[in-house]
């Protein structure tokens, strides 16, 4: 079992930065890739970035590939998402997510792989 829960959301001006946190309980931490999603109120849930148990392979969206850096530390048992660049259509709340296996960004994309869940930590970005 993993427990999942976010931070570091809150109200940012178009072009400012954030970054995200996500502290997961559980000594298996490491062993689990991590992933960023986000949902827009009326909207799907969409993929944003995902991290390998390693940290050796990053998997970007288009839409935020060149902004959005993932990043892990697995002695803190910790998943990181810094934005910058921000833009009005990057407000949503976002969700981490833990998944044993992601090798593609194809894979790491689909929320079905994923078997955990945090609550969620809102991003809201004001033009």
């Known amino acids: 079992q993993v427990q999942l829960a976010e931070s570091g959301g809150g109200l940012v001006q178009a072009g400012g930065s954030l970054r995200l946190s996500c502290a997961a309980s559980?000594?298996?931490?490491?062993?689990?890739?991590m992933a960023w999603f986000r949902q827009a109120p009326g909207k799907e849930r969409e993929f944003v970035a995902a991290?390998?148990?390693?940290?050796?392979?990053?998997y970007y969206a288009d839409s935020v590939k060149g902004r959005s850096t993932i990043s892990r530390d697995n002695a803190k048992n910790t998943v990181y998402l810094q934005m910058n660049s921000l833009k009005p259509e990057d407000t949503a709340v976002y969700y981490c997510a833990a998944s044993s296996f992601v090798d593609t960004v194809v894979v790491a994309s689909s929320p079905g792989r994923y078997a955990y869940w945090g609550q969620g930590t809102q991003v809201t970005v004001s033009s």
């Open positions: 559980g000594r298996t931490f490491s062993s689990y890739a």
């Open positions: 991290i390998s148990w390693r940290g050796g392979s990053t």
